[in-house]
């Protein structure tokens, strides 16, 4: 069972790039969510998921767009990278009032 | 805006000892509470999940307790071991909408280090 699969693990961009963080998970929950991690500051909600076809902002969602087309996968589209989205990105998915899962995060650099 | 604290922002204690993480939350109608692990360069794990309803919850050594009127919670850690060194991270999930499924209010985390 694979749980929450995250790709990719680490990635470098140029300010400006475009880039799609992968998430995919097997376990047929209808919640998905992405959140960043920043020193100091926790984990902060970008974007979530409440079943296919249906996504919302959370609390950080400038630069960041996402899409749900089927219950498994959960991409989140980075524009135009700039540095201040430097951090490490986590992908979340679990059923309502239940505990939630975490894939393994993915480490971006912007430079 | 919930926010949620967590104190001490590091711990360091020797092997067998007991000790209590500290979780503390301004709005005091939360959904539900977990405490997760993270290790370094890694994803989270959740540990203990306490609905809103629940004083609290227990799994091993591990024992979790909620008290909402006062906005807090409590991670007790029996007998440590050098294993259970990883940062512990309290969340809450507010029930502003019935559809915030697993949007988290996230503490900054609890750094443990157990010594051998």
């Known amino acids: 069972n694979a749980g929450v699969t995250q790709t990719p693990k680490f990635q470098v961009l140029k300010t400006g790039q475009s880039m799609t963080l992968q998430c995919a998970q097997d376990?047929?929950?209808?919640?998905m969510s992405w959140y960043r991690q920043d020193p100091g500051m926790g984990l902060r909600l970008i974007h979530y998921s409440v079943g296919a076809g249906i996504t919302d902002q959370g609390e950080v969602p400038n630069g960041y767009n996402v899409s749900r087309s089927t219950t498994e996968d959960f991409p989140l589209r980075l524009l135009s990278a700039a540095p201040s989205q430097t951090s490490v990105y986590f992908c979340?998915?679990?059923?309502?009032?239940?505990?939630?899962?975490f894939g393994q995060g993915t480490r971006l650099t912007v430079v | 805006k919930q926010e949620v604290t967590q104190i001490p922002a590091a711990l360091s204690v020797p092997e067998g000892e007991n000790l209590v993480l500290n979780c503390s939350f301004t709005?005091?109608?939360?959904?539900?509470l977990q405490w997760f692990r993270q290790d370094p360069g890694k994803g989270l794990t959740s540990l203990l999940l306490i609905q809103s309803s629940q004083r609290e919850q227990t799994s091993g050594r591990l024992n979790a307790s909620l008290d909402k009127s006062s906005g807090r919670s409590t991670l007790y850690i029996a007998a440590s071991q050098p294993g259970d060194s990883a940062t512990y991270l309290c969340?809450?999930?507010?029930?502003?909408?019935?559809?915030?499924?697993?949007?988290?209010?996230f503490g900054t985390g609890t750094s443990l280090t157990v010594i051998p």
């Open positions: 979340a998915s679990g059923r309502l009032n239940t505990e939630a899962f």
């Open positions: 969340a809450v999930v507010d029930p502003t909408d019935p559809n915030t499924g697993n949007q988290f209010y």
């Open positions: 376990m047929n929950h209808e919640y």
């Open positions: 709005d005091s109608a939360i959904y539900n």
